[in-house]
């Protein structure tokens, strides 16, 4: 049976990243993919889903015309509020959808993280449905890019996501890693990659020391990365399985974080994962700024265990994992 997937994903995030490197993967090595369209919509086919979707109708009677379904899980909307607005009817629904997939349609359901997996079974309760745990891939890059450091040299932080939107928790975390960099002689900028909330971008425009690089395109960020001296700093509350640390990761970039979610899981030993229990904290700055200089002052040996630790991300790897779940389904 043909890999099929549900929707050409073109939206910033990652599903959109993730389906963009899996066919990429695909095509090189030849195995043979399509979208959902007329010529395959009766056929026989392993039907690849991101998270969810709106339209029932559709996913219904390809589930009664025999299809098997995949379903990629991320994380939820967990109405907390905290770094993304999600008390609202939309992401009740988006849940919802997701739920129904992976209760009653999907034949494999395929977590991206440990802590996705306990996360859902905590909220929606376990299904039987078989699944398997499979983390994001990193790029596509065979080089070892090893980070070659000077001690004299300054320091820039990097931080990557997909969207940042304007509230609190955002505007406090930038706030804070911003405060902390600037009384710290040895980081020259912050770079900030990603689509920011205007009103939070227009709170941030005075601290001079940050750099508004918007959306670019993987090639773009990769040359980035290849630079020297740069740390990475997570600034999701949650994240179930973050594309830009495992990607900044695979180029053997230190990462700090928070202690939230998946980082630790992802990370393990090549970045900090900083305590937390509240934004507000007044501990906080004291935490982040130590955290800074650990990791300036041991640099090259986090970037190692950064690329040791990439290896579990390798696309083909990665990939490899992917097609053994779907050849169970044929």
């Avoid at 739920?99 to 996705?116: E, G, M, P, V, W």
């Avoid at 940042?164 to 009384?183: A, C, D, R, T, W």
């Avoid at 990475?232 to 594309?243: A, L, Y």
Wanted: overall charge positive.
């Amino acid at each position: 049976m043909k890999i099929v997937f549900f929707k050409k994903l073109i939206e910033v995030g990652g599903p959109s990243t993730f389906q963009k490197k899996f066919i990429f993967w695909l095509n090189t090595n030849k195995i043979e993919y399509s979208f959902l369209n007329l010529n395959n919509f009766f056929k026989k086919k392993i039907l690849i889903i991101n998270s969810g979707t709106f339209n029932f109708p559709l996913l219904i009677l390809l589930y009664l015309l025999r299809a098997k379904i995949v379903q990629r899980l991320d994380g939820f909307y967990d109405f907390s509020d905290i770094g993304r607005k999600s008390k609202s009817l939309r992401c009740f629904l988006i849940n919802t959808s997701m739920q129904i997939i992976r209760k009653y349609l999907a034949d494999y359901i395929i977590y991206q993280s440990l802590t996705s997996k306990k996360l859902w079974d905590k909220t929606f309760n376990k299904v039987n449905t078989n699944f398997s745990i499979i983390h994001n891939p990193s790029f596509g890059d065979k080089k070892i890019f090893s980070k070659n450091l000077k001690s004299k040299n300054l320091f820039d932080i990097v931080i990557v996501e997909g969207n940042i939107e304007n509230n609190n928790f955002n505007e406090k975390i930038l706030k804070l890693i911003y405060s902390v960099s600037k009384k710290n002689k040895k980081i020259r900028k912050i770079f900030i990659f990603g689509r920011v909330d205007m009103i939070l971008r227009e709170k941030l425009s005075k601290k001079k020391i940050i750099v508004f690089k918007g959306v670019v395109d993987q090639d773009k960020l990769k040359k980035f990365y290849k630079r020297n001296n740069i740390i990475f700093f997570g600034v999701e509350f949650n994240p179930c399985c973050s594309n830009s640390i495992i990607e900044a990761n695979s180029y053997g970039i230190p990462s700090i974080t928070l202690n939230t979610g998946s980082y630790k899981e992802l990370v393990k030993k090549s970045g900090i994962q900083i305590n937390f229990k509240n934004i507000n904290s007044k501990s906080l700055y004291n935490k982040f700024s130590k955290s800074l200089s650990i990791v300036i002052k041991n640099y090259s040996y986090y970037s190692k265990l950064s690329i040791i630790n990439s290896k579990k991300f390798d696309p083909d790897y990665i990939f490899n994992s992917y097609m053994n779940c779907i050849k169970k389904l044929k």
